[in-house]
């Protein structure tokens, strides 16, 4: 299969079967199309010579080989509902503003430690274990979080394994004390921030209703430097209400963080939801945004933005690509009281619980659910491009939004394709630059 787009005046062909990118003449592009081309015959002949040489070198027109998917019996991460309350009061929010359609509680260490027990005990001969700190707002319940990771580590240790850990925060009680803690226990830290000041109170706002950014926007530029070359994510979300959302990407690269996400909001708030009347207007931001990424990495002020990273060359294998989310299969999510669901996306939903931490047991049909899900059961992925890249979207969106983790939401696969075409220009553009400066 392969793909023909063009970014202003270029034209590209991605081959799906190889992963390759080729740049090309509109001519060649319209040709590859199937459109009527006005070819002189050097030039028809010339094109038919390119493309059946890139045809014998399998980079145009590849077989598309069913790898068959990678999907390991024993666990490799958690996710620790660490707090079932927050601090904030987020209009988006689909934990139920950190409650989870639930009561709202603090997950115990003893809960905790059993979850780790069960991580180790799950894990096979895994040698590298992950666990995210999640809520609600971990913050809230720090000693905890704390005591887990020395827990963990201690167990690890007697068998030989290590754990990387990541906590997801709001920011709103960092201090001193917890920096220096993140910077000396966590692989990753997420930290939430919408971008612009009135875009962000807009939406993310305290228990009494006030806007969060001036409580947060500090205490997060002081953890980014002393976080130094460790690893962390500027996360944030856009709704219909700031459609402009390359602003607040830019806002945030301007102040200081280079290292970005900024999300499309999943949600069924009316006044927040991204409808299918807004992609024209989405896929336009995010070629300014891309615009604007390419001339400052050319400037040598260059930021990383997640969904503009793509690798056509040393990326994961084929049968990584194929296998779709863990979830469910070598990833979990545990409750405060430790029930166990596939992701932290499903949690509450009790028709998706698999289990307990202390009784240790899973769900075998939920996990085989979950297990034999992969880009070849999603049918609707068969004829797209990006399915290599995209892997199949996120189970719980299909889920939620069309009822089966095998029936991709149309929604995103719109916004995840835009974003590839404006990746591959951007790789194109930097392999073009690197070229020209060995020359």
């Not at 207007?281 to 400037?299: K, P, S």
Request: glycine share 6%; with cysteine.
């Amino acid at each position: 299969m392969i793909h023909v787009f063009s970014y202003h005046d270029q034209f590209f062909i991605y081959d799906a079967g190889s992963g390759s990118l080729h740049e090309c003449d509109e001519k060649t592009a319209r040709y590859l199309e199937g459109k009527p081309v006005e070819f002189t015959d050097e030039e028809l002949k010339a094109t038919v010579a390119d493309i059946e040489g890139l045809k014998e070198a399998g980079l145009l027109y590849a077989e598309e080989t069913k790898a068959r998917p990678v999907k390991s019996k024993h666990a490799k991460a958690l996710c620790l509902h660490i707090c079932h309350d927050c601090n904030l009061r987020c209009k988006y929010c689909f934990a139920d503003e950190g409650a989870y359609h639930a009561r709202r509680e603090m997950m115990s260490l003893d809960t905790a430690k059993a979850a780790i027990d069960f991580l180790l005990r799950e894990s096979g001969d895994r040698k590298v274990l992950e666990v995210d700190f999640f809520g609600g707002e971990p913050l809230m319940n720090l000693d905890v979080v704390k005591a887990t990771v020395y827990y963990a580590k201690e167990e690890a240790a007697k068998l030989g394994k290590r754990f990387l850990f990541t906590t997801t925060t709001n920011g709103v009680l960092l201090d001193d004390e917890t920096i220096k803690f993140f910077n000396e226990e966590m692989e990753n830290v997420v930290l939430s921030l919408d971008g612009r000041k009135e875009v962000h109170d807009a939406v993310r706002k305290t228990v009494n209703g006030k806007g969060s950014f001036d409580v947060v926007i500090e205490k997060i530029k002081k953890f980014v430097r002393a976080r130094g070359d460790k690893h962390y994510y500027v996360r944030g979300t856009f709704t219909a209400k700031n459609l402009d959302f390359s602003k607040d990407v830019l806002f945030l690269a301007d102040n200081g963080f280079d290292s970005l996400s900024v999300e499309p909001v999943v949600t069924d708030v009316p006044d927040l939801q991204i409808k299918e009347e807004h992609l024209p207007a989405i896929a336009r931001e995010y070629e300014l945004l891309c615009d604007e990424y390419v001339r400052r990495e050319e400037e040598g002020r260059g930021f990383n933005f997640f969904h503009f990273n793509v690798d056509l060359e040393g990326g994961p294998c084929l049968s990584k690509r194929v296998s779709a989310c863990g979830a469910g299969n070598e990833y979990f999510s545990v409750l405060p009281n430790g029930d166990i669901y596939p992701c932290h996306q499903f949690a509450g939903d009790t028709k998706w619980k698999m289990g307990s931490v202390f009784t240790g047991t899973i769900d075998a049909a939920l996990r085989d659910k979950f297990a034999t899900s992969c880009l070849f059961t999603r049918k609707k992925c068969e004829n797209c491009f990006a399915k290599y890249i995209c892997s199949g979207g996120c189970s719980a969106n299909n889920y939620h939004y069309n009822g089966d983790i095998d029936e991709p939401y149309e929604m995103t696969c719109a916004m995840m394709k835009k974003r590839v075409e404006c990746a591959m220009y951007v790789l194109a553009k930097r392999k073009s630059r690197e070229n020209h400066e060995k020359n």
